[in-house]
T-cell receptor, first 120, second 114 residues
């Protein structure tokens, strides 16, 4: 059974940093691209960042570019999102997702999410 | 403002059929990229409902179906049930953007079962 379990969320002050983690199990982690999708409380879904299976390619939404860094450790079957210079509008649930490719892309498995709150 | 446009809300009585539209443009749905749908039940994470326009993952009832035409797509739910009350999101790929910064979501539609 595919499982994605996020952790590391919490309350952080504006301008601060936080790293969230996703532990994957139930599939061959290094066969898949992964990504982070976030959802502000009561709002819609927003793609944040993605990474290829071998760490060779990363990309970011314009809203987080230069502040967030995605990485992975295939030996540990883990995905990370380092978030710096956090702002109030970064407050959201952060979901770890497994990425599939076809004519475009989609996300076939989602974690339960970890809540990041940016507040003074 | 989402790249893909969905109605904020739809409703229907148990047993009825409802559809949710997802309108894009020539750089995403109109460019031929597949549309995918997610269901988010209250208080839970989103779940893949339909992928590649009209395919259902294992375990998704055949009451759910998807279609795509031109610059739009639709999700249809037949035999509406109380448990279908949820938020629904469409998602596609946009060729105006580069690399992985190409995933676009609709703003979401809240389905209310009357």
């Amino acid at each position: 059974e595919v499982q994605l379990v996020e952790s590391g969320g919490g309350v952080v002050r504006p301008g601060g940093s936080l790293r969230v983690l996703c532990a994957a199990s139930g599939f061959t982690f290094d066969d898949y691209g992964m990504a982070w999708v976030r959802q502000a409380p009561g709002k819609g879904l927003e793609w944040v960042s993605g990474i290829s299976w071998n760490d060779g390619y990363t990309a970011y939404a314009d809203s987080v570019k230069g502040r967030f860094t995605i990485s992975r450790d295939n030996a540990k079957k883990s995905l990370y999102l380092q978030m710096n210079s956090l702002r109030a509008d970064d407050t959201a649930f952060y979901y770890c997702v497994r990425r599939r490719f076809g004519s475009g892309t989609y996300f076939d498995f989602w974690g339960q999410g970890t809540l990041v709150t940016v507040s003074s | 403002q989402s790249v893909l446009t969905q109605p904020p809300s739809v409703s229907g009585a148990p047993g009825q059929r409802v559809t949710i539209s997802c309108t894009g443009s020539s750089s995403n749905i109109g460019a031929g990229y597949d549309v995918h749908w997610y269901q988010q039940l209250p208080g839970t994470a989103p779940k893949l409902l339909i992928y590649n326009d009209n395919n259902r993952p294992s375990g998704v009832p055949d009451r759910f179906s998807g279609s795509r035409s031109g610059t739009s797509a639709s999700l249809a739910i037949t035999g509406l049930q109380a448990e279908d009350e949820a938020d629904y999101y469409c998602q596609s790929f946009d060729s105006n953007l580069s690399g992985f910064s190409d995933v676009v979501f609709g703003g979401g539609t809240k389905l209310t079962v009357l």
